[in-house]
C-alpha cells in the first residue's frame, strides 16, 4: 500500500513519526500509511500486540498457525450474539454457533446496528491512485477503505454506505475511514477520518448521517498530528468517548475524552494510558484498555470522574473490551503466544463493588484480528429488567477541554 506525498508533508505522516524532508514524498508514501494503518488500527499504547488473522505478530516465541475457522469448545454460553473479525473476515459467534458473514480478506472493524440487524465494518479496495507529488502527478497503489453494511443474518451482500475515494478531475486519491459505530437511533455513524479533504485534516472523529449523507467534523480536542481513534456511544446517544492520541518520547499517551452530542462540549476522562472504551448499559461505567510498560489489561472506570475501580485481568496481554449488554460481563481480546482469541469475564455483584467469578474462552487457537475490537448484541426480550441509562448530564465530571 502506498500513498503520496503533498505539498504538506506532515498530512501523509500524521502521527510525526517520519523524516520532514520534501524530496523523500514519493519514497517513503508506502512507510507513511503502514505507520498510520498501524497506530490507527491498533492501540497506540506502544506495547499492545501487533497481530492479525494469520497468526503473525508480536509477543511469544511459538509460532502455531490457526485454523482456516474458528474454534469453539463446548460448553460455551452467552446470550445474545458477538461480531468479530478474522482472517480479514468478518464473523458472528452466538454460544457454540459461528458463523462466517462475508469473504475475500478485506474486512475489519465490525459493529453491530442497534437494533442487531446488521453489521458494519470497514472494507478494503485495491486501486491505482493518480496524485501529485513533488508538482508531478504519479500513480499509487492504494488501499482504499469504505464503510459497508451486511445483514446480520448472512443473507443478501454487503453495501457501500461511504467510500473513502477522492476524485479531483482526472486525479484520485483516498481519505482514510476507520472504526465505524452506529448511534443508538440509527441515524449517525461516528468515526475516525481524515475526510473529505485529507490534505487539511488529520484522523480525526467524524459524524456522517445515513439520512442525509452529510458528515460533520467536531471541534474535538487533538494533539495535532496523532488524531484520534476509538469512538464508543452510550446506549441513551447523548455521549460519545473517543481516546485523543498523544505521545510521551517514544511512547504513545492516549486519553479517554467524552463528547457531549448536544452541547457540542469536551471533557476529559482520563490521563494518559487509557483506551479503546466501552460503556457499560447503565452508562455509569466505561469498560477500557490500560496500557503500561508491563503490557494491556482490561480495567472498569467510573464514567463520571474516570476513576480507575476494577483491574479485570492482570495479565499484560488483554485488550479491546466490550460490554455485555446485559451488564454482567465483559468480552475481551487476549494473545497467547502470536495468536488472538476471544475471552470472558462474568462479573458477581453491584457495581462498583464487582468480582470477577471466572474467565473463559470464547474461542480457542483461531486467530483473531487483534487490530478489530469485537461487539456484542442482545436482543431486548433476552435482556434483564435493568434501569435505563443515565440520561442526566455529567456536568461534573472530570475538565473541560479545548479543541
Not at 467469578?357 to 433476552?382: C, F, H, K, M, N
Amino acid at each position: 500500500m502506498t500513498r503520496a506525498g503533498t505539498r504538506r508533508p506532515r498530512v501523509r505522516d500524521p502521527y510525526g513519526l517520519l523524516p520532514d524532508a520534501s524530496w523523500l514524498a514519493p519514497g517513503l508514501s508506502a512507510l507513511g500509511l503502514l505507520v498510520v494503518a498501524v497506530l490507527t488500527l491498533n492501540l497506540l499504547g506502544g506495547s499492545i500486540p501487533f497481530v492479525t488473522g494469520s497468526g503473525s505478530g508480536g509477543g511469544g516465541a511459538n509460532r502455531t498457525a490457526a485454523p482456516s475457522n474458528v474454534v469453539v469448545v463446548p460448553p460455551v454460553t452467552f446470550p445474545g450474539s458477538i461480531v468479530y473479525a478474522k482472517a480479514g473476515n468478518i464473523w458472528v459467534q452466538h454460544g457454540q454457533d459461528v458463523r462466517q458473514l462475508t469473504t475475500g480478506g478485506r474486512d475489519s472493524m465490525p459493529s453491530w446496528s442497534p437494533d442487531g440487524t446488521a453489521v458494519y465494518f470497514i472494507r478494503t479496495t485495491d486501486a491505482q491512485g493518480l496524485w501529485p507529488a513533488q508538482g508531478v502527478d504519479r500513480h499509487y497503489q492504494e488501499s482504499v477503505p469504505a464503510i459497508m453494511r451486511v445483514d446480520a443474518n448472512g443473507t443478501g451482500a454487503p453495501e457501500t454506505v461511504l467510500t473513502g475515494t477522492i476524485q479531483a478531475g482526472s486525479r484520485s486519491w483516498f481519505s482514510w475511514i476507520r472504526q465505524p459505530v452506529l448511534s443508538p437511533d440509527g441515524q449517525t455513524v461516528a468515526m475516525v477520518s481524515d475526510g473529505p479533504d485529507p490534505t487539511r485534516s488529520d484522523v480525526v472523529l467524524q459524524f456522517y448521517d445515513l439520512v442525509t449523507k452529510k458528515r460533520t467534523v467536531p471541534a474535538a480536542p487533538e494533539s495535532a498530528p496523532l488524531g484520534h481513534q476509538d469512538p464508543a456511544w452510550r446506549a441513551d446517544g447523548r455521549f460519545l468517548l473517543f481516546v485523543r492520541n498523544g505521545r510521551d518520547a517514544a511512547r504513545g499517551a492516549p486519553e479517554i475524552v467524552r463528547w457531549d452530542i448536544a452541547n457540542k462540549k469536551a471533557t476529559q476522562l482520563t490521563g494518559p494510558g487509557y483506551l479503546e472504551p466501552s460503556y457499560s448499559p447503565d452508562g455509569a461505567y466505561i469498560a477500557a484498555t490500560r496500557t503500561t510498560s508491563f503490557g494491556n489489561d482490561v480495567v472498569i472506570l467510573e464514567a463520571a470522574h474516570g476513576r480507575e475501580l476494577l483491574r479485570v485481568t492482570t495479565d499484560g496481554r488483554s485488550w479491546a473490551p466490550v460490554w455485555s449488554p446485559a451488564g454482567d460481563a465483559i468480552a475481551f481480546l487476549h494473545i497467547e503466544g502470536q495468536i488472538v482469541d476471544l475471552k470472558l469475564a462474568r462479573l458477581a455483584g453491584p457495581g462498583p463493588d464487582w468480582t470477577v467469578t471466572d474467565t473463559i474462552d470464547l474461542t480457542q487457537v483461531s486467530g483473531l484480528d487483534g487490530g478489530s475490537r469485537p461487539a456484542w448484541y442482545i436482543p431486548p426480550d433476552e435482556l434483564p429488567a435493568t434501569p435505563p441509562p443515565t440520561t442526566a448530564p455529567d456536568t461534573s465530571a472530570g475538565a473541560s477541554v479545548a479543541p
